[in-house]
Every structure is written in C-alpha cells, then in structure tokens.
C-alpha cells in the first residue's frame, strides 16, 4: 500500500490564490509531472498504486486538467459561463440577458448551464467548466458542496456568486439576504392585518432561509407561529394549487400566505378562486419574483422584486475587468430586494 498522503491545506476563499499546477500535483504525489499526466490522460499506462496515488493528490488539491490551450493561462477564450438551477421558468432569465448583453460589449459569449437544486450535479458540471478554462463563472447561490468550492476556489477563474449572500464569498458576490428578505414579507403581511399566517415553499436552500427568516419575525412579532408546507424546486402552478389545499386542510383559518415563487402565487390565486375564497379579503397573497404576470393576473400579485438585471450588469462588469486585468475594488454587494404591494395583499 503506498504511504497516506499528508492532509490538504484548507482552501480559503480568496481572490488572490493562484490556480493549481500539475507540477503542484506531481510534487504532492511523489511522481514526475508525465507520470501525472499519464495517470489522468492514459491511466492504462501507469500501475494502479501510481494512478490512485496521483487521484488522491487531485482530488485533495482541487486540480483540474486544463482541457483547451495546452495549459496556458494567457490563452482567453472569450466565453462566460452563468450556472442556474432552472432554465424552466424566467425567475433567472433578466439576470442572464443582463449578463449576456453586457459581456458582449465586452467581447465574451455567455454559456448557460442548468445545474439544478443537487450538489452532485453542479459538482459534475463545474468540473467539466474548470477544465475548459472559461474567461470567468457565475453561479447561482452560496450554498455550494466541499467539492464544489474547493474546484471553485482552485481555478484560477473569476468567480461570481449570485442570489445570495456571505461575508465569505470564493472570490466575488452580487446577491441579496434571504433571511432579511422573509422578515421583511412576515411584516407586510402584519402592518396589513393579518395574523394567521402560512408559508409555501419549495425545498431549495435560499427559500429554506427566506422561511427561516419569516418564521423568526413572526415569533418576534407575536404572531402564532406559521403553517408551513415544503415541496420541491421549481415550483409550479399545480404545486400552488395543491399547496393552498394541503394548508387549509391543516389550518382552515389561515388569512394569509407567502409563496417562494410567484408561479407558486399563481397557483394559490387559482385554488382561492375555485373555492370561492376572496382574495384580499379572506386571504392575503404575497409571491416571490416578481415575473411578467404578476402585475396583470387578476387581482395583481404582491411580491418581491430582485433586481436581475444590475445583478447581471455588476457581475458582468467584473469579470471582463479581471480578465483584463484589473482590480475590483469592492468585490461583494448586497442589492437588497423591493416588496411590491399589489391587490393580492
């Protein structure tokens, strides 16, 4: 058996780390960089103690083979790539086209990859990202797995966390707080009367927290604590509809209920309308997003807006000034959020 290799040194999120080399890997391996590059490319060319040994040291180290350009990181390939969890529905689509349309003043193409709402996917993806050396990532969310931050933080790449929000970004964040962002709902709804309140919710991480945080301010407010129905993400119209009825088997007397999507909002407004429950005045609806309908359904949807498109436009920004080198002098903003009053509430 060969002998353990040594821990990794933790990785930091830090801006300056420089990528890692095969040179590094061969080091830590033991090996030559050819036998490394055998072991990866052609692993029937070397023993099976020598390729677990060199996969050992990659995994550790976060190394990922540079696919285009032979390994040179002056080579620019001009291309973005933007990760999503849907493609399905618009909630991220004005934070692409903002993306998008500014990058390419810059002379980059956007890629978009739909990574979905489980670590092991994004993992997979992200590792087929690195390897082709984009000129900069934007992902969606902070809530990435051990693997994933460590092949994030590794690269070399300008990274940009979106739709969320740490104090310990990879490297740089534009997103929003999403515990704030629930209180701030919680206390609509209660300045506007209403005291029995529910939450449906899809089970993605950034809505668990958005909960969390109308939960906390209910309790604060003296509000009895909300009836609570999770489900999956995306969420859809007949998500709303089902949800509306499982909430008001459990708790008929229900007067109000903040959704994680509007398209969940939609399917409430439905349900209620099919029950002859009048909305605002027997129950209060409050959605997330802020999409195209929202303001057109009947009645017009309360909700929360997020601003995509300087979401986009400051990520967008950043990375074509790293590639050209230069400095972001503050690499982390919170754009906050709008509550939008409408009829629904």
């Given at each position: 058996?060969?002998?353990?290799?040594?821990?990794?040194?933790?990785?930091?999120?830090?801006?300056?780390?420089?990528?890692?080399?095969?040179?590094?890997?061969?080091?830590?391996?033991?090996?030559?960089?050819?036998?490394?590059?055998?072991?990866?490319?052609?692993?029937?060319?070397?023993?099976?103690?020598?390729?677990?040994?060199?996969?050992?040291?990659?995994?550790?180290?976060?190394?990922?083979?540079?696919l285009v350009a032979g390994g040179l990181r002056s080579a620019r390939s001009h291309v973005v790539t933007a990760l999503v969890?849907?493609?399905?529905?618009?909630?991220?689509?004005?934070?692409?086209?903002?993306?998008?349309?500014?990058?390419?003043?810059?002379?980059?193409?956007?890629?978009?990859?739909?990574?979905?709402?489980?670590?092991?996917?994004?993992?997979?993806?992200?590792?087929?990202?690195?390897?082709?050396?984009?000129?900069?990532?934007?992902?969606?969310?902070?809530?990435?797995?051990?693997?994933?931050?460590?092949?994030?933080?590794?690269?070399?790449?300008?990274?940009?966390?979106?739709?969320?929000?740490?104090?310990?970004?990879?490297?740089?964040?534009?997103?929003?707080?999403?515990?704030?962002?629930?209180?701030?709902?919680?206390?609509?709804?209660?300045?506007?009367?209403?005291?029995?309140?529910?939450?449906?919710?899809?089970?993605?991480?950034?809505?668990?927290?958005?909960?969390?945080?109308?939960?906390?301010?209910?309790?604060?407010?003296?509000?009895?604590?909300?009836?609570?129905?999770?489900?999956?993400?995306?969420?859809?119209?007949?998500?709303?509809?089902?949800?509306?009825?499982?909430?008001?088997?459990?708790?008929?007397?229900?007067?109000?209920?903040?959704?994680?999507?509007?398209?969940?909002?939609?399917?409430?407004?439905?349900?209620?309308?099919?029950?002859g429950i009048a909305v605002p005045q027997q129950l209060a609806v409050m959605g997330f997003g802020d999409i195209d309908f929202?303001?057109?359904?009947?009645?017009?949807?309360?909700?929360?807006?997020?601003?995509?498109?300087?979401?986009?436009?400051?990520?967008?920004?950043?990375?074509?000034?790293?590639?050209?080198?230069?400095?972001?002098?503050?690499?982390?903003?919170?754009?906050?959020?709008?509550?939008?009053?409408?009829?629904?509430?």
């Amino acid at each position: 058996m060969p002998a353990a290799l040594p821990p990794a040194p933790p990785f930091t999120a830090t801006r300056d780390r420089p990528v890692v080399t095969l040179r590094e890997v061969a080091e830590r391996a033991g090996v030559s960089m050819i036998t490394v590059s055998r072991a990866i490319n052609t692993p029937q060319q070397v023993s099976e103690r020598t390729r677990v040994r060199v996969q050992e040291a990659v995994s550790a180290m976060g190394y990922v083979p540079n696919l285009v350009a032979g390994g040179l990181r002056s080579a620019r390939s001009h291309v973005v790539t933007a990760l999503v969890p849907t493609l399905t529905g618009p909630l991220f689509g004005e934070m692409v086209q903002a993306l998008t349309d500014a990058l390419e003043l810059r002379g980059f193409q956007v890629m978009v990859g739909q990574v979905g709402y489980a670590h092991s996917r994004e993992d997979e993806l992200l590792r087929a990202i690195v390897g082709r050396r984009p000129d900069g990532i934007v992902v969606t969310g902070i809530m990435h797995s051990p693997e994933g931050r460590r092949l994030l933080a590794a690269s070399g790449i300008p990274i940009v966390e979106t739709w969320d929000f740490t104090d310990t970004p990879i490297d740089m964040l534009v997103g929003l707080r999403h515990e704030a962002l629930g209180a701030a709902v919680c206390e609509h709804l209660h300045a506007r009367g209403r005291r029995r309140l529910a939450l449906l919710s899809g089970g993605d991480e950034r809505a668990a927290r958005r909960a969390q945080g109308f939960a906390a301010a209910a309790q604060r407010l003296g509000l009895r604590a909300p009836t609570v129905r999770l489900g999956k993400s995306p969420t859809t119209h007949a998500d709303g509809r089902e949800g509306l009825a499982a909430l008001l088997a459990d708790t008929p007397d229900i007067d109000a209920v903040f959704c994680s999507s509007d398209m969940l909002a939609l399917g409430v407004l439905t349900e209620a309308r099919v029950r002859g429950i009048a909305v605002p005045q027997q129950l209060a609806v409050m959605g997330f997003g802020d999409i195209d309908f929202a303001q057109t359904v009947s009645p017009s949807l309360s909700t929360v807006r997020i601003d995509g498109t300087r979401m986009g436009q400051t990520a967008a920004q950043w990375i074509a000034d790293r590639a050209d080198g230069k400095a972001v002098a503050a690499p982390v903003v919170d754009i906050g959020f709008s509550v939008i009053e409408r009829e629904s509430t």
